[in-house]
């Protein structure tokens, strides 16, 4: 199977969107430091890929690698994980809610889902052909 025509599903609190996307950028702050991550993802027919996985500071558990560079006022560096067939985010509540972001814009879960999230888990995986 190749991976043209492939597209990411969401699950979260008994809703499902299927988004036409071969990438993605998944993005939310840190609940104690207040500070901005970003993950590049790619949809393959492998699963969901990490490309690139980006923080704009350090601290409370979200300390870059050895490998993570400084640029742009960002730790950049390339998980080296092999693809997953889901990804669960969880909400604590005590940040904002995670965004996914395409085409340079973002919009929440619950933009994207038309419900509110709220705590739910959400689980993003390939949608099944």
Same mark, same amino acid.
């Given at each position: 199977?190749?991976?043209? /025509? +492939?597209? =990411?599903?969401? &699950?979260?609190?008994? #809703?499902?969107? $299927?988004?036409?996307?071969?990438?993605?950028?998944?993005?939310?702050?840190?609940?104690?430091?207040?500070?901005?991550?970003?993950?590049?993802?790619?949809?393959?027919?492998? /699963? +969901?890929? =990490?490309?690139? &996985?980006?923080?704009? #500071?350090?601290? $409370?558990?979200?300390?870059?690698?050895?490998?993570?560079?400084?640029?742009?006022?960002?730790?950049?560096?390339?998980?080296?994980?092999?693809?997953l067939d889901e990804v669960t985010l969880g909400n604590s509540g005590a940040a904002g809610e995670w965004r996914l972001c395409t085409n340079g814009k973002c919009r929440t879960l619950s933009e994207i889902l038309?419900?509110?999230?709220?705590?739910?888990?959400?689980?993003?995986?390939?949608?099944?052909?």
């Amino acid at each position: 199977m190749s991976g043209a /025509g +492939l597209s =990411l599903c969401l &699950a979260s609190a008994g #809703g499902i969107k $299927a988004l036409a996307v071969a990438a993605f950028t998944l993005a939310w702050t840190h609940s104690i430091e207040k500070v901005e991550w970003q993950e590049d993802w790619r949809i393959t027919a492998n /699963g +969901l890929e =990490l490309i690139e &996985a980006r923080v704009k #500071g350090s601290g $409370a558990g979200m300390e870059p690698p050895p490998e993570a560079r400084l640029v742009g006022g960002w730790f950049r560096w390339k998980p080296a994980r092999p693809a997953l067939d889901e990804v669960t985010l969880g909400n604590s509540g005590a940040a904002g809610e995670w965004r996914l972001c395409t085409n340079g814009k973002c919009r929440t879960l619950s933009e994207i889902l038309g419900h509110p999230v709220g705590t739910e888990v959400t689980t993003m995986r390939v949608c099944k052909q």
